[in-house]
């Protein structure tokens, strides 16, 4: 039986290299002379460092910028709360949403039953299986999901025929 599976993944390595681009712009950049404005990278984890809000706020916009010129879709990012650190200082969080969420794929499940199309849908782990009697069949289920999940950037893998 043909199938695919939906999943939403980020490279890693760019993420780590478009984190280094931003750091080297942050240390050259004139209005954040003599700032401790960075950020660090755990895994998937960003935490950025600035003075104020308002400069972790141009940090945030220079990781966007960065990402979108290494091709990884900016909505895989998830802005965490603004904390206060020593003094002035403040720190964010940045999550790299990797994987298919539960609710997101139950959102997916049912888009497919509602289409009539003739495939099965199974929820495995973080990713989705859809199985299908047919290739085409498969391909406009794909074509369905495009047109309607826009809340994060989604792969579709492991095409089998």
């Excluded at 240390?27 to 895994?43: C, L, M, N, P």
């Excluded at 997916?108 to 495995?124: F, G, P």
């Excluded at 859809?130 to 369905?144: S, T, Y």
Aim: one cysteine or more.
């Amino acid at each position: 039986m043909p199938s695919f599976d939906i999943v939403s993944e980020v490279d890693k390595q760019e993420v780590k290299n478009a984190i280094d681009q931003v750091n080297k712009e942050v240390s050259t950049r004139f209005d954040f002379k003599g700032s401790d404005a960075r950020v660090e990278q755990a895994d998937y984890d960003l935490t950025m460092y600035a003075d104020d809000e308002f400069k972790l706020g141009q940090v945030a916009d220079i990781i966007r910028s960065k990402f979108t010129k290494r091709q990884i879709d900016t909505r895989c990012l998830e802005l965490g709360e603004v904390e206060k650190v020593s003094g002035n200082k403040a720190k964010q969080q940045f999550v790299v949403k990797t994987g298919v969420e539960t609710s997101l794929a139950k959102k997916i499940v049912k888009t497919l039953k509602e289409s009539k199309l003739k495939v099965q849908a199974s929820i495995q782990g973080d990713l989705v299986r859809v199985i299908g009697a047919k290739r085409d069949v498969l391909q406009d289920a794909i074509q369905l999901i495009k047109k309607s999940i826009s809340e994060i950037p989604l792969q579709f893998q492991n095409f089998r025929d």
